[in-house]
């Protein structure tokens, strides 16, 4: 009887021993939510703050920020630590030094309302209530993190790259990015000369979107 006492003593104190484990590696890699408001405002914006998910890394070099494909919306929630879905979790590695450099930090813009859900093309992510959404989140991790900021678009998202990069060439923002990642973007997407800073193009070669490049 007392052995079986040991036996189920041990049992519980490896259980809250796993459990603490997972707690501190939760912690160590859990984002937070953080509501950032537009600097500027326009006849057509809104004034509804945008949410983003911010992971941290270690000793990082740089920050992601990805503007997502699709309409744009997550529906980010301000008591969320993660966020399921496979290509956020493939960018949260990045923050990972046990499953990469770890040396970036790693933000998910969220619109407020979803960008032009019932247009084949989203002309809202041109709009200026979208591109001084994507300034505002990039200045506001500059000044929290002291880094450079890389810009990443994917898919519909790549039209949101694209049209942030000519506003910020027309209006002499260009030194608020340190380089772009174009994610399987839109075939109506397109870049202008110049664009001083490194550019990366992602693509999978099975992809069977017709829209995508």
Request: net charge positive; proline share 6%.
């Amino acid at each position: 009887m007392e052995c079986f006492k040991q036996r189920q003593t041990e049992i519980a104190m490896k259980r809250l021993i796993a459990a603490f484990a997972l707690f501190v590696i939760t912690q160590a890699y859990g984002a937070e939510v953080i509501s950032v408001m537009p600097l500027a405002n326009c006849f057509v914006c809104s004034t509804e703050p945008s949410k983003t998910m911010y992971w941290q890394g270690k000793n990082s070099k740089a920050v992601l920020i990805l503007v997502p494909g699709g309409e744009g919306y997550i529906g980010l929630k301000p008591e969320q630590t993660d966020h399921p879905f496979h290509q956020f979790q493939t960018l949260k590695r990045l923050t990972n030094s046990d499953l990469t450099s770890g040396h970036f930090d790693v933000v998910l813009l969220d619109s407020p309302a979803p960008l032009s859900p019932n247009q084949r093309y989203p002309t809202a992510r041109g709009g200026a209530d979208h591109l001084i959404r994507i300034e505002s989140v990039i200045r506001y991790y500059k000044e929290k993190t002291g880094l450079p900021v890389w810009l990443m678009g994917h898919s519909n998202g790549g039209i949101s790259l694209t049209e942030f990069v000519k506003y910020a060439q027309k209006n002499g923002k260009l030194d608020l990015i340190s380089g772009v990642v174009a994610s399987a973007i839109r075939n109506e997407s397109y870049f202008n000369a110049p664009t001083p800073f490194p550019m990366l193009f992602l693509h999978h070669k099975t992809d069977g979107c017709s829209a995508t490049w």
